[in-house]
């Protein structure tokens, strides 16, 4: 048998040796007989650069103008997703002082947060700044899990557990999303979702210092987040680690953004506004997806799953 294979192979080889050898030879002319190009004049190869520039001008503002509609589009597709954000009815009593926070924070970020992002950018090499982003998003897995449980979402805490260990493990210490790959997609919680599936959904919005959009409510559970929940406190007790580390993932996040900064500046008429919105309608998202997540059967649909002889019905 062994025999036949090889004999085979030594003939199909023999066959077609000449074949390739005469497609290599008839390429290999049309190659060398090149066409001889038309000589232009000086005004016409002006004239074709000058059209070249245009036009890649032209795709370049067409691009950007498709990203900022597709921008647009995902926000509205958001908000028609999350039901319970009113933009005409926007819990904000204290706009004077949020206003006074956001320009501070916002003159802040050009001055200090901005420049350092890029710089950060331009010094790591795209696949370490890939992993790092990676590793701080497994970490935020720890708070993740926690208030899983605190809102009796025991399903999505399974899955959040095993995909922290495989990340922490053989994703490097989470430097690549292994995880992912084994169709464990990263989820997001943290306190002050807890405490809206706890009963305090609607909340006084409220610039937060430094760290920008939130709410009272969140503003607690940001608080709680960090010093109780999070890997930072419950795993690292070296003081200038922790404070070390938690501030270079705050510029990992900042640089992160980068990517969106001429968006927001182009589609924004009033920032304040647009971030506002933006902050009230993606947290009021999370809060009816945490909703569905931790009822996500219909009352037949649950029956049936806790009614172990259904399949033989």
């Not at 290599?24 to 000086?42: G, I, L, R």
């Not at 969140?218 to 070296?238: C, H, M, V």
Request: proline share 4%; charged share 20%; glycine share 6%.
């Amino acid at each position: 048998m062994k025999k036949c294979i090889l004999g085979f192979i030594f003939t199909a080889c023999i066959l077609l040796t000449p074949l390739a050898f005469a497609q290599y030879h008839a390429a290999a002319t049309s190659t060398n007989e090149k066409p001889q190009a038309k000589k232009m004049s000086d005004d016409e190869v002006f004239n074709a650069i000058d059209t070249h520039e245009k036009s890649k001008q032209h795709a370049k503002q067409q691009k950007e103008d498709n990203s900022i509609f597709a921008l647009v589009s995902a926000e509205q597709e958001k908000q028609q997703a999350a039901g319970s954000f009113d933009p005409e009815n926007v819990n904000d009593p204290l706009e004077s002082l949020n206003r006074f926070t956001f320009g501070l924070n916002n003159d802040l970020d050009k001055a200090i947060a901005q420049p350092l992002a890029e710089a950060y950018v331009d010094i790591m090499p795209k696949p370490l700044n890939h992993g790092v982003n990676n590793f701080f998003i497994n970490l935020e897995n720890l708070p993740i899990v926690i208030n899983d449980v605190l809102q009796g979402r025991f399903y999505q805490a399974t899955s959040d557990v095993w995909r922290f260990f495989i990340n922490s493990t053989a994703g490097i210490g989470g430097l690549v999303d292994v995880a992912k790959q084994a169709g464990l997609e990263q989820s997001y919680n943290d306190f002050g979702l807890t405490l809206a599936a706890w009963g305090w959904e609607n909340s006084a919005y409220l610039v937060i210092p430094i760290l920008g959009p939130g709410n009272i409510r969140d503003a607690f559970g940001r608080a709680i987040n960090f010093f109780s929940l999070s890997a930072y406190t419950l795993l690292i007790k070296s003081f200038y680690l922790r404070w070390g580390l938690y501030g270079l993932s705050l510029l990992n996040t900042r640089a992160q953004l980068l990517k969106s900064q001429d968006l927001f500046n182009r589609a924004a008429l009033d920032p304040y506004v647009f971030a506002r919105d933006a902050y009230l309608q993606h947290r009021a998202f999370l809060i009816e997806l945490n909703t569905k997540k931790r009822n996500p059967y219909t009352a037949a649909q649950t029956r049936e799953f806790n009614n172990p002889m259904y399949i033989y019905q």
